[in-house]
């Protein structure tokens, strides 16, 4: 298979990698030229050290040399970037190629997810989204990994399924597109909160209730734009969340823990040196949550926060908030008896 990767971030990269591995013909693509120099010279990335680029990986700045002819295009730029890239690609597209997207986000304005993005740059293309507990330093590492590849089209999810056969990643597919992503996009502001619970000395009892219930919020949000409720409990969701909310090697946590400590969002963001998903899915889970008149309480915190709030004011609002029962629900709602 020849396969494109448009991205040439640690994800990108480390996708490349085990893609190649597994006997496939992969170019990478990135919109710097110094960046396709130093890394077809030193055939390394900076932040993942421990990992070498196999020496078959060709790097390009020129997008149509990487996409034209691919079997699959691989999308793993920054979520700010997906339109640009996927508006650069479209000329090189063709009816036979299967796109995939790896990043995680939600547009602000538009409210489109990323496949919705693709899709409306690339008419008539049926995007394939890969989401999951993937953290690149550890797939750099040929550490067990398990991902999910959802897309309407089941045999394009199975297609892209199939391309990770014999690596360490073990792909599950989906139909839930829009739970998927839903779900990659808004954990990410889950793991900025938990990150600045540890910023401000809090333990795990309160890591555990936000993961919880930031699990629940992102739930009823899915739930509210008529997503699957079992994707939620899944890797996409549960699984995603645990690892981006808890590890080390998570930028949004990182970029949480130092707002707990006292520095601005844009201060954090600096500090962390690399793109803070979370940050950017803010805007859009706000309007979201509005728009579909979903309580929202964690995601409303960071928003509040990130924008200048006393963290501590924070979390004393989200603790004397008026009592509730976990898992009643009124009559009238069509959930009722799932957890509140």
Known sequence: MFIAILGAGTWGIALARI???????????????????ELSAVRR??????????EDI??????????????????????????????????????GQVLADAAKGIEPGTLKTMTGIISEEIPASEPVVLSGPTHAEEVARD???TIVSACGDIEKAKFIQGLFRGTCIRAYTNTDVLGVEIAGALKNIIALAAGISEGLGYGDNTKAALITRGLEEIRRLGMAMG??????SG????????????????RNNRCGFLIGQGYSADEAARQVGMVVEGLNALPAAMSLAGK???????????????HGADPSDAVKMLMGRELKAELHRPETDPFSGRMG
């Not at 920054?78 to 690609?89: F, H, L, N």
């Not at 890797?235 to 998570?250: F, K, N, P, Q, Y």
Request: net charge neutral; aromatic share 6%; hydrophobic share 45%.
């Open 19 to 37: 893609l190649a591995e597994a006997g496939n013909r992969v170019t990478v693509w990135s919109a710097i030229p110094e960046e396709v120099s």
């Open 45 to 54: 990335h900076k932040n993942l050290p421990g990992m070498a680029i196999p």
């Open 58 to 95: 060709r790097f390009t700045a020129n997008i149509g040399e990487a996409a034209a002819g691919a079997d699959a295009v691989l999308f793993a730029v920054p979520s700010v970037y997906v339109r640009e890239t996927a508006r650069k690609a479209a000329p090189y597209i063709t009816s």
């Open 143 to 145: 550490l067990p990994t």
């Open 227 to 232: 997503c699957r409720e079992q994707t939620f």
């Open 235 to 250: 890797l996409a969701g549960m699984g995603d969340l645990i690892v981006t909310a808890t590890s080390r090697h998570s």
């Open 292 to 306: 579909y008149r979903v309580e929202m309480p964690i995601t409303s915190a960071v928003s509040d926060i990130v």
